[in-house]
């Protein structure tokens, strides 16, 4: 009896599901582990990819393989698949409509494998796409039309590679608005198109890694990664030793230029560097709780200009950076702190810079935050009081007090005795007896610190 004919006779939904998950087991691959959605035939020795897929799996993992090149519709059986990885296999050929009715795929790693070039038809069709990971092969050319219709790309991996050239100017705001991620470091280009490059979308920009190429030393070169290196981007900042370039394109002559810049002081952007235009010293006093506007106006007259703004106590703040709700930064350059405190007092230095024309202008202006004047006035008027209450106390305490002579006779005090207190009734500190006062007053003591001693020989403790 078949399997659908064994489920239509038990009716019941447990038996129904048991008979789905009968149906799932038999098109596993025997090489395959599957477990719900998941596929894995990781290290299965398969030099091609099976063919009993089954169609609701959305991870499928085949690295570690011998898959050598992906064919026509390979994964057409699979619509609902958003996972693929290929690592460490054979692979050098994708063919036209590989990923054919596989649109919904948002991770793709390809990564460790034989590809050589990257045509633009590779990637067709997969606009849900989110990583593409092809780092550790053996890529020199990436095609121009690689990455179009890749609308919804975060992240892209070329690391490790042979790529001399790559078409920066196919990625713009309107085609790749979510991408922040573009690893080029380790490969073999040694000239940036620079007049691309700054067309890049400011979040590419930020993510693109460039370290560990054979760029030559020249002032475009360093035109590039000086005004990135302003902005204080991280792909620069955790990989300042791995950025070199070679003098006259010499490999033996290879030098680490953001930290050793003397090839570049006759570049106009290094000139700007060295002779900063910086305003006269500006000084704002406020109170603290009040909004204070710090401008930025300098000499640079250009309407395309950029700001950056640095303090001991903020760092550096940019339009991309501000993470606190009462700092802006508004297009002009102004800077706006709407509560100010006391520790916001400093220097505060806001660069000017002018991209197009390599000139660079800083503002200085120093802030001092005061406490608000009734609460100083208060301050002072108590510690003042203070003062004046401990003098008269002193002075009491100097004149008034009865002398201490020989033709002064005083009286003995009667003897008042001190009646037995019962613990149980009272809270003290003190254990309780009958003692003479006379006698008290003869063994004084500080009460927690040494214990008094009576003439029955008895000790007075402190109750815990």
């Given at each position: 009896?078949?399997?659908?004919?064994?489920?239509?006779?038990?009716?019941?939904?447990?038996?129904?599901?048991?008979?789905?998950?009968?149906?799932?087991?038999?098109?596993c691959?025997?090489?395959?582990l599957?477990?719900?959605?998941?596929?894995?035939?990781?290290?299965?020795?398969?030099?091609?990819?099976?063919?009993?897929?089954?169609?609701?799996?959305?991870?499928?993992?085949?690295?570690?393989?011998?898959?050598?090149?992906?064919?026509?519709?390979?994964?057409?059986?699979?619509?609902?698949?958003?996972?693929?990885?290929?690592?460490?296999?054979q692979i050098?050929?994708?063919?036209?409509?590989?990923?054919?009715?596989?649109?919904?795929?948002r991770?793709?790693?390809?990564?460790?494998?034989?590809?050589?070039?990257?045509?633009?038809?590779?990637?067709?069709?997969?606009?849900?796409l989110?990583?593409?990971?092809?780092?550790?092969?053996?890529?020199?050319?990436?095609?121009?039309?690689?990455?179009?219709?890749?609308?919804?790309?975060?992240?892209?991996?070329?690391?490790?590679?042979?790529?001399?050239?790559?078409?920066?100017?196919?990625?713009?705001?309107?085609?790749?608005?979510?991408?922040?991620?573009?690893?080029?470091?380790?490969?073999?280009?040694?000239?940036?198109?620079?007049?691309?490059?700054?067309?890049?979308?400011?979040?590419?920009?930020?993510?693109?890694?460039?370290h560990?190429n054979?760029?030559?030393?020249?002032?475009?070169?360093?035109?590039?990664f000086?005004?990135?290196?302003?902005?204080?981007?991280?792909?620069?900042?955790?990989?300042?030793?791995?950025?070199?370039?070679?003098?006259?394109?010499?490999?033996?002559?290879?030098?680490?230029?953001?930290?050793?810049?003397?090839?570049?002081?006759?570049?106009?952007?290094?000139?700007?560097?060295?002779?900063?235009?910086?305003?006269?010293?500006?000084?704002?006093?406020?109170?603290?709780?009040?909004?204070?506007?710090?401008?930025?106006?300098?000499?640079?007259?250009?309407?395309?200009?950029?700001?950056?703004?640095?303090?001991?106590?903020?760092?550096?703040?940019?339009?991309?950076?501000?993470?606190?709700?009462?700092?802006?930064?508004?297009?002009?350059?102004?800077?706006?702190?709407?509560?100010?405190?006391?520790?916001?007092?400093?220097?505060?230095?806001?660069?000017?810079?002018?991209?197009?024309?390599?000139?660079?202008?800083?503002?200085?202006?120093?802030?001092?935050?005061?406490?608000?004047?009734?609460?100083?006035?208060?301050?002072?008027?108590?510690?003042?009081?203070?003062?004046?209450?401990?003098?008269?106390?002193?002075?009491?305490?100097?004149?008034?007090?009865?002398?201490?002579?020989?033709?002064?006779?005083?009286?003995?005090?009667?003897?008042?005795?001190?009646?037995?207190?019962?613990?149980?009734?009272?809270?003290?500190?003190?254990?309780?007896?009958t003692?003479?006062?006379?006698k008290?007053?003869?063994?004084k003591?500080?009460?927690?610190t040494?214990?008094?001693?009576?003439?029955?020989?008895?000790?007075?403790?402190?109750?815990?």
């Amino acid at each position: 009896m078949s399997t659908n004919m064994t489920c239509g006779l038990y009716p019941g939904l447990f038996l129904l599901l048991l008979c789905l998950l009968h149906d799932s087991e038999e098109t596993c691959p025997s090489m395959c582990l599957c477990i719900s959605d998941t596929a894995s035939c990781s290290s299965g020795g398969l030099s091609r990819l099976p063919l009993s897929l089954p169609s609701f799996f959305v991870t499928l993992d085949l690295s570690h393989n011998h898959l050598s090149w992906l064919g026509p519709g390979s994964f057409q059986r699979m619509p609902r698949l958003e996972n693929l990885r290929l690592a460490h296999n054979q692979i050098s050929t994708v063919s036209h409509d590989a990923f054919r009715n596989a649109s919904g795929l948002r991770h793709l790693d390809l990564s460790s494998n034989k590809l050589r070039m990257i045509e633009q038809h590779y990637f067709q069709g997969l606009w849900r796409l989110e990583e593409l990971l092809l780092f550790n092969n053996r890529i020199a050319q990436v095609e121009a039309g690689t990455l179009n219709g890749l609308s919804s790309l975060k992240k892209a991996y070329f690391s490790f590679n042979q790529i001399t050239h790559f078409p920066f100017f196919s990625i713009q705001d309107h085609s790749h608005p979510f991408l922040t991620m573009l690893d080029l470091s380790s490969n073999r280009m040694s000239h940036l198109p620079w007049e691309d490059m700054k067309t890049l979308p400011g979040l590419v920009q930020r993510g693109l890694y460039l370290h560990n190429n054979s760029l030559i030393c020249d002032c475009s070169m360093y035109s590039v990664f000086w005004h990135w290196n302003l902005r204080g981007y991280d792909s620069l900042r955790d990989f300042t030793d791995e950025l070199t370039c070679f003098i006259y394109g010499e490999p033996r002559a290879a030098i680490r230029f953001l930290r050793y810049n003397r090839f570049f002081h006759n570049c106009t952007v290094e000139k700007a560097v060295l002779q900063p235009v910086t305003v006269l010293l500006s000084n704002v006093l406020v109170s603290e709780g009040e909004r204070v506007r710090l401008d930025c106006q300098t000499s640079l007259n250009s309407t395309d200009l950029s700001f950056t703004w640095f303090s001991h106590s903020k760092g550096y703040i940019t339009q991309s950076s501000i993470n606190d709700t009462l700092i802006s930064l508004f297009p002009n350059g102004t800077l706006e702190i709407e509560e100010t405190k006391v520790n916001d007092s400093g220097l505060y230095v806001c660069t000017a810079v002018d991209i197009k024309q390599a000139l660079n202008a800083t503002r200085e202006v120093n802030v001092t935050v005061l406490l608000p004047a009734a609460e100083s006035f208060n301050t002072g008027y108590t510690t003042l009081l203070g003062c004046v209450v401990t003098l008269v106390l002193i002075s009491m305490y100097l004149f008034l007090t009865p002398c201490r002579c020989n033709g002064c006779k005083q009286s003995n005090p009667a003897v008042i005795p001190i009646a037995t207190c019962d613990p149980s009734t009272l809270s003290s500190v003190f254990s309780c007896t009958t003692r003479d006062q006379s006698k008290i007053h003869t063994n004084k003591h500080v009460v927690f610190t040494e214990p008094m001693m009576m003439e029955e020989g008895t000790e007075w403790t402190s109750e815990s």
